[in-house]
């Protein structure tokens, strides 16, 4: 079944008054054609009831504001494991679509989506960014606090990022997705400088724990058309999750994934095991009681995320590496986000170290 695209979730629009004549806001309020409330600054949306008991109203309700704090951030890794430097591009909060593992429900307190106006203070702290260090490689994300493309029929705010990324030499964009909203991106002078990526998991996750996402089929599909457009593209198996028939149900994705594009279109590949914040699961099983995947046994990682025992951590990493390696192109980075070198050294026989570093392994990737 098709849920389309999640931004018809939407119900209600709200802009904040000093953003409402904003020329980008006008033309979101006039694509969007939806019932509209102006408000104050710094005043919100009311959404019955209490967070976060309230979120599934509130994520029909979207408002329209500025951000006030920076837009460009380093991506909060944490030192125990290896990272990969990216850089966060701050586009809004929250998500239409609605996965039971979300960290989102535990890291937001607002029920409601954001989507921020002043884009002309976005470009320009970005364009500062990029020309104060030439040398520097940016790889640059917007899909850390939000989806990168899910309002993009009301936003269009991927063509405008992918025309200002094609002219940048030290930058590439990751636009990460589970919807199949890629309309936008058709007919652009990309330069190769944008990586269109998908979040992918094994059908039966998709399908039970991911709300009003595209269905595999439709993201690859969707991967397909922009592969045909020239875009480099990037998937990520996160979060992997054990569950009955596990073993099939990732080898199914895999293989439907290289029949679907071509291995030498893949700019990089990530594998994640489950991980969350003790907050999260007492939000995520309030609202989502039939999940079971939370009561499953964990450690506490140096991180102070639950995550699995190394033990099934590994066994799920080189079966789905396994699986990988008989389609994966040698133009294609597979890594782990938020690993240990333990766990690099025994399931790809090194450690980032030993290859330059994570950060240097994804910019080999995608430099042309
Ligand atoms: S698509 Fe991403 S941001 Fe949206 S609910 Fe799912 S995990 Fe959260």
């Known amino acids: 079944m098709s849920y389309g695209d999640p931004s018809r979730y939407i119900t209600r629009l709200y802009v904040e008054e000093q953003c409402r004549d904003l020329p980008y806001a006008r033309e979101i309020i006039k694509r969007s054609n939806l019932p509209l409330t102006v408000i104050e600054e710094r005043q919100s949306p009311v959404i019955d009831g209490v967070y ?12 329209l504001c500025r951000n006030r704090g920076r837009f460009f951030k380093p991506c909060p890794g944490t030192r125990e494991y290896r990272c990969c430097d990216y850089q966060v591009l701050n586009i ?3 998500c239409p679509m609605d996965c039971v593992y979300c960290i989102l429900q535990a890291y937001l307190n607002n029920p409601w989506l954001s989507f921020f106006v002043n884009i002309d203070d976005l470009f320009r702290e970005l364009d500062e960014a990029l020309t104060a260090e030439p040398a520097r490689f940016f790889r640059i994300g917007t899909g850390e606090f939000t989806d990168s493309l899910a309002l993009d029929r009301l936003t269009g705010l991927s063509r405008h990022l992918v025309h200002f990324i094609s002219r940048r030499k030290n930058a590439v964009l990751e636009l990460k ?69 596990w073993r099939e149900g990732y080898r199914e994705t895999i293989r439907r994934l290289f029949n679907a594009v071509a291995g030498e279109d893949i700019a990089w590949i990530s594998l994640g095991a489950l991980r969350f914040l003790p907050a999260l699961k007492a939000t995520a ?16 990682g140096l991180d102070h995320k639950s995550r699995y025992f190394r033990g099934q951590r590994l066994e799920m990493y080189k079966f789905i590496a396994d699986e990988l390696s ?41 430099k042309p």
């Open 52 to 63: 976060p008991e309230n979120l599934t109203r509130g994520k029909h309700h979207l408002l």
């Open 92 to 94: 809004g909060m929250n």
């Open 177 to 245: 997705t589970k919807s199949a909203v890629i309309d936008n991106l058709a007919g652009l002078e990309h330069g190769g400088r944008t990586v269109v990526a998908w979040s992918l998991n094994s059908p039966a996750i998709m399908a039970a724990e991911e709300i009003r996402t595209a269905s595999l089929d439709e993201r690859l599909a969707a991967a397909a058309r922009c592969a045909g457009w020239g875009y480099r593209l990037a998937f990520h198996f996160d979060p992997i999750i054990r569950h009955d028939g």
């Open 285 to 300: 099983t309030g609202r989502f009681p039939a999940s079971r995947f939370f009561y499953a046994e964990f450690v506490d």
């Open 326 to 366: 008989r389609y994966l192109s040698d133009k294609t980075c597979l890594y782990f986000c938020m690993e240990n070198d333990a766990v690099w050294r025994e399931v790809f026989g090194f450690t980032p170290a030993e290859r330059g570093g994570l950060p240097a392994m994804l910019d080999q990737a995608v």
